[in-house]
């Protein structure tokens, strides 16, 4: 009889064992699941607040400042001389809106900032390709989004044409 109640004794202490082993990995494998979701969720937070660092930025070509610099650039060659070369007047023009922009706009770039009371934090930065194009203008946009440790960056690439109707191109946008 006694052999009997320390079997029992051991069968109940084994499965008490096994239950113990079980609980703590099902307990486990919630806690990764729940971090990983966590981390998915801090890093898509990062991710809006690069993208919205790039809207920022591409905000700044607002139709009236493209309306602007295309009427700028169509009065210099109207009411150019004849006699002037038009590569030198598309390189007057270039030179022109190169330094507007690099004043109104540019001037006001590396720029940080927060996207309302949840923490996520942008940084955008923007320069314009110094290679002459024309009436043709490269912008490169970057921009850092960051939600807790999370850090994600974007990059969008737009292209002024002054000669066409619709003026701005974006060339490219990822966010990475």
Do not use: C
Request: zero cysteines; aromatic letters at 14%; glycine letters at 6%.
């Amino acid at each position: 009889m006694l052999n009997e109640k320390g079997s029992a004794l051991i069968f109940t202490l084994m499965v008490i064992l096994i239950l113990t082993v079980l609980a703590t990995a099902v307990l486990e494998v919630t806690m990764t699941n729940y971090k990983l979701s966590k981390a998915y969720a801090d890093s898509s937070s990062a991710a809006y607040a690069a993208e919205a660092g790039l809207e920022i930025a591409k905000s700044e070509f607002n139709e009236t400042l493209l309306l602007y610099l295309a009427q700028r650039a169509q009065n210099i060659i109207y009411n150019a001389n004849p006699k002037v070369p038009r590569d030198f007047l598309y390189k007057s023009i270039y030179y022109f809106v190169q330094n507007y922009l690099d004043q109104a706009v540019f001037s006001k770039y590396p720029k940080s900032g927060y996207l309302g009371d949840g923490g996520q934090k942008y940084t955008v930065d923007m320069h314009m390709d110094s290679n002459y194009q024309g009436l043709q203008y490269t912008i490169h946009i970057y921009s850092q989004g960051e939600y807790k440790k999370t850090k994600k960056e974007g990059y969008a690439r737009l292209i002024i044409n002054l000669e066409s109707p619709n003026p701005l191109t974006i060339a490219e946008w990822e966010i990475k």
